[in-house]
């Protein structure tokens, strides 16, 4: 409010809103300031900045909640917990949104000799999320065992750890595999002295045994039989 004087006419004025630039005041600028849910930001609402001047918001979320973007004018910024107006010289807007804090739980995963845990190492799982490994051995080997927390969990090419809710471990180790081929072989004699009998094939042996081609002839007893390698030699 001010006053003027002019040959006893007394006259009244009040001034508001911004004083244009230019008429000897300082010009005022609007940034109005806005929070969605799980936060806030201050100062808030419609803040007054001097042409020229800085003017910063503090930008936090509520207890369980983080900053997930900050809008300036608009346009995304990211997440901040800060933001700075440097010289205003013009009106603006910023807003701010929150996001419920993600817990990251880990998984340690690692392999013996002759083989493969993926993913490997240290895997960050969201709270709730499911996290799946695949297993497989090198060639020639196949997995022997897991152990998940350090209990066994038996060979299997792949484990899910569903709903994580805490750290886990989970290891894979591996043995010397079997061939999927089978080879020619004769049965017999039987332990009662009665003919041999030859057979196309049997069961894939192990890769411990020579290669193809050098098959040696070798006797087991399987049940009541005995089995003799008769593949190429």
């Known amino acids: 409010m001010g006053d003027i004087h002019d040959d006893g006419l007394e006259c009244r004025f009040s001034v508001y809103g911004s004083v244009l ?3 000897g005041g300082t010009t005022n600028y609007t940034i109005t300031a806005s929070a969605g849910a799980n936060g806030s930001i ?6 007054s900045v001097s042409s020229g001047s800085n003017q910063t918001f ?12 900050v809008f300036v004018d608009g346009s995304a910024v990211g997440a901040s917990n800060s933001y700075t107006f440097v010289n ?4 603006h807007t910023i807003s701010a949104y929150f996001g419920a804090v993600v817990v990251n739980y880990t998984i340690n995963a690692t392999a013996g000799a002759n ?10 799982v969201p709270s709730g999320n499911s996290q799946t490994f695949t297993i497989g051995g090198n060639s020639g080997y196949i ?3 897991v152990f998940v927390d350090g209990s066994a969990v038996g060979a299997s090419n792949s484990y899910t750890f569903v709903n994580v809710t805490a750290t886990h471990t ?10 999927s081929n089978s080879w020619p072989c004769e049965r017999g004699p039987n332990k009662d002295g009665s003919t041999m009998e030859t057979v196309a094939s049997w069961p894939p042996r192990s890769f411990g045994e020579p290669a193809s081609g050098r098959a040696i002839r070798r006797s087991s007893w399987v049940g009541a039989r005995s089995i003799r390698w008769a593949g190429p030699r």
Do not use: D, K
């Open 58 to 69: 503090a930008i936090s979320g509520n207890s369980g909640y983080v900053v997930t973007n």
């Open 143 to 145: 997995v022997t065992n």
């Open 170 to 179: 989970i290891s894979a180790y591996f043995g010397v595999g079997v061939m």
């Open 21 to 23: 630039a230019g008429s």
């Open 42 to 47: 201050a100062p808030s609402g419609a803040v």
């Open 115 to 124: 083989g493969a845990i993926l993913p490997s190492g240290a895997v960050s």
């Open 88 to 91: 205003v010289t013009a009106t």
